[in-house]
Antibody, heavy 119, light 111 residues
């Protein structure tokens, strides 16, 4: 079945780095845009970034621009999020999701991975 | 502060209907028919319930419906059931720079 599984979350100190991964299965990964969305504890959803199917186009929320980098490896059916210069306000559950760029919705979501930024 | 405004809470009794609003501007909700709605149960991942304002993905009950008027989109849940109790988030395209914006979420309680 169609599935997304995130990994790589954990506890990191402010200013540190972390790389999240998302393994896709059950669909042709290389045909789809992909995105990252996060949810701070007790808060709502916040779109973080998306990447085109061929990696030729990326976009980021202003809150992470210049610090986070989205990438993908279609041969490995995997999506990544490199997070640098982490701040306390980056603490959240990070979800990867399949993104339909034509109509701007996310139709498949992973279960999320938790990132905690604290000293 | 979220880009789209939703009421923090809504409630209804089993069998009743409830409508959740999502207010934006002419730069997002009002400017495009790219409004989607997501259901999230506690500790779970969000689930797509409505896309393109009023379309339902396969498997979503027809008790869920979406609409839009001007800068406000709405999600209506008819024939409320206990399992509908969850948080609901709206989302919209907001132009090429911002791309995707979410509402702050509405906690739906089935009384």
């Amino acid at each position: 079945q169609v599935q997304l599984v995130e990994s790589g979350g954990g506890l990191v100190k402010p200013g540190g780095s972390l790389r999240l991964s998302c393994a896709a299965s059950g669909f042709t990964f290389s045909d789809y845009y992909m995105s990252w969305i996060r949810q701070a504890p007790g808060k709502g959803l916040e779109w973080v970034s998306y990447i085109s199917s061929s990696s030729s186009y990326t976009n980021y929320a202003d809150s992470v621009k210049g610090r986070f980098t989205i990438s993908r490896d279609n041969a490995k059916n995997s999506l990544y999020l490199q997070m640098n210069s982490l701040r306390a306000e980056d603490t959240a559950v990070y979800y990867c999701a399949r993104f339909t760029i034509s109509y701007y919705y996310m139709d498949v979501w992973g279960k999320g991975t938790t990132v905690t930024v604290s000293s | 502060q979220s880009a789209l405004t939703q009421p923090p809470s809504a409630s209804g009794s089993p069998g009743q209907s409830v409508t959740i609003s999502c207010t934006g501007t002419s730069s997002d909700v009002g400017g495009y028919n790219y409004v989607s709605w997501y259901q999230q149960h506690p500790g779970k991942a969000p689930k797509l319930m409505i896309y393109e304002v009023s379309k339902r993905p396969s498997g979503v009950p027809d008790r869920f419906s979406g609409s839009k008027s001007g800068n406000t989109a709405s999600l209506t849940v008819s024939g409320l059931q206990a399992e509908d109790e969850a948080d609901y988030y709206c989302s919209s395209y907001a132009g090429s720079n911002i791309d995707v914006v979410f509402g702050g979420g509405t906690k739906l309680t089935v009384l």
